[in-house]
């Protein structure tokens, strides 16, 4: 079992729509966890982290953490054609400062 | 957020020859840098961990001796590709964080390296 897993996709979404990334996890003692964007031939770029259950909301970007159920959640409100890219999934891992990171997801916003 | 450096952005090397990579964060102390590869199509593969003024700690796999790592100052490391083979060309990244939880990582704008 892979530590991150994410749907590799690709998921496409007409503009103004609500695109939802997913991601689960193994490693029940992480605490953090992290959205990264990439986009093609470019380094990753942090979108936003979240590390207490519930949801936690930046723009129109909202994170969503269920450690029960081990698993977090990305939701791209008003999508837009920019933000067709790859987002990873990234995990801390328990002994801290390392990460564990998905293969992420690919995302096309259909203008 | 914090911004992360990286020069050069891209580099072309004869086989054989050694490159260095460094890797800067500019507004803030990097307690942690990371070295990544990825290759096209695929996911960050972690290289090597290096805390300031420690010795790197290298993924299972990666030669430390082909793959050399310094992290002399807070706010600079650098990678150097030793010997390097066309199977070495590959998008090299660099991230930092700094202290205390949680340890977000900010990486750097990455290094495109082709080994002719």
């Known amino acids: 079992q892979k530590e991150v897993e994410q749907n590799s996709g690709p998921l496409s979404v007409p503009e103004g729509a609500i695109a939802s990334l997913n991601c689960t996890y193994s490693?029940?003692?992480?605490?953090?966890f992290f959205w990264y964007r990439q986009y093609s031939g470019k380094s990753p770029e942090l979108i936003m982290f979240?590390?207490?259950?519930g949801d936690k909301e930046d723009g129109r970007f909202t994170a969503q953490l269920n450690k029960a159920s081990q698993y977090v959640s990305l939701l791209i409100r008003d999508s837009q054609p920019s933000d067709s890219a790859t987002y990873l999934c990234a995990v801390e891992k328990y002994t801290g400062n390392q990460f564990y990171f998905g293969t992420g997801t690919s995302l096309t916003v259909i203008p | 957020g914090a911004v992360v450096s990286q020069h050069p952005s891209r580099v072309i090397c004869k086989s054989g020859t050694s490159v260095k990579i460094e890797c800067r964060s500019l507004?803030?102390?990097?307690?942690?840098m990371f070295w990544y590869r990825q290759f096209p199509k695929q996911s960050l593969m972690l290289m090597a961990t290096s805390n300031e003024g420690s010795k790197a700690t290298y993924e299972q796999g990666v030669e430390k001796d082909k793959f050399l790592i310094n992290h002399a100052s807070l706010t600079l490391s650098t990678l150097t590709v030793t010997s390097a083979h066309p199977e070495d060309s590959s998008f090299y990244i660099c991230s930092a964080s700094g202290t205390g939880a949680p340890y977000e990582q900010y990486f750097g704008p990455g290094t495109r390296l082709t080994v002719t």
């Open positions: 507004d803030f102390q990097a307690t942690t």
């Open positions: 490693d029940r003692g992480s605490q953090s």
């Open positions: 979240i590390y207490s259950n």
